[in-house]
């Protein structure tokens, strides 16, 4: 069965320490993973698009890679307004149509 | 990336009644997508609304209980029928734009 999860559920920083978030996805084939932010009480923002093992993308203080088994998304010097929950979402290549799966979420909370 | 809009943005509802949902895009879109969203938790799929055809339904989710509409290439209504408590949610369209899916603010229904 198609599954995502993600780790660490909650994750609490201070301002300028870095982290990582983590990804691992169990799909029988991958057309795409995907990572999103969302705020309370909002629909997720899109944030990368990663198809293939060793690509990388990079936006601002964030980066997302991806393996043949898992994804990291990294923040470099976290500031507060980058609190908020970071979803991944694989995209399984066997479905004939543009299904997503979403994963649980990491909340994260930038403490100034 | 498209825009997309829902309405209402939030509601009140009592056990027993319907409500319906309303996603607008502002591009033409080929494949429309209803997600629910309960407290505290990830993304769940509802179904996939095409133009011009029945939608397609998760497993869980049912017609009769979750109509949808999708008269057009740029708009599509979810009817959440008979509330019970337990469908209170954050209910997201979402639309694949290029490869990449993209969400409306969402619609914070509370049914009492």
């Known amino acids: 069965e198609d599954q995502v999860t993600q780790s660490p559920e909650a994750l609490r920083l201070q301002e300028g320490e870095s982290s990582s978030l983590n990804c691992s996805y169990t799909v029988s084939g991958l057309r795409g993973l995907f990572w999103y932010r969302q705020d309370p009480g909002k629909g997720p923002e899109f944030l990368f698009t990663l198809y293939s093992a060793g690509e990388e993308k990079e936006k601002e203080r964030l980066k997302a890679t991806l393996t043949k088994k898992e994804s990291f998304l990294h923040i470099t010097a976290p500031k507060p307004e980058d609190s908020a929950t970071y979803l991944c979402?694989?995209?399984?290549?066997?479905?004939?149509?543009?299904?997503?799966?979403f994963g649980p979420g990491t909340s994260l909370s930038v403490i100034p | 990336s498209a825009v997309i809009s829902q309405k209402p943005s939030r509601d009140i509802c009592q056990r027993g009644t319907s409500l319906t949902i309303q996603c607008q895009v502002d591009?033409?879109?080929?494949?429309m997508f209803w997600y629910r969203q309960q407290p505290g938790q990830s993304l769940t799929l509802i179904a996939t609304?095409?133009?011009?055809?029945?939608?397609?339904?998760e497993s869980g989710f049912v017609i009769d209980k979750f109509p949808i509409s999708r008269p057009n290439l740029t708009f599509s209504t979810l009817t959440v029928s008979n509330m019970s408590p337990e469908d209170s949610s954050i209910y997201l369209c979402?639309?694949?734009?290029?490869?990449?899916?993209?969400f409306g603010p969402g619609t914070r229904l509370t049914v009492t």
């Open positions: 979402s639309v694949d734009w290029g490869g990449e899916q993209y």
């Open positions: 979402a694989v995209h399984p290549s066997k479905t004939s149509y543009d299904k997503v799966i």
């Open positions: 609304a095409n133009q011009g055809s029945e939608a397609t339904y």
């Open positions: 591009s033409q879109v080929t494949m």
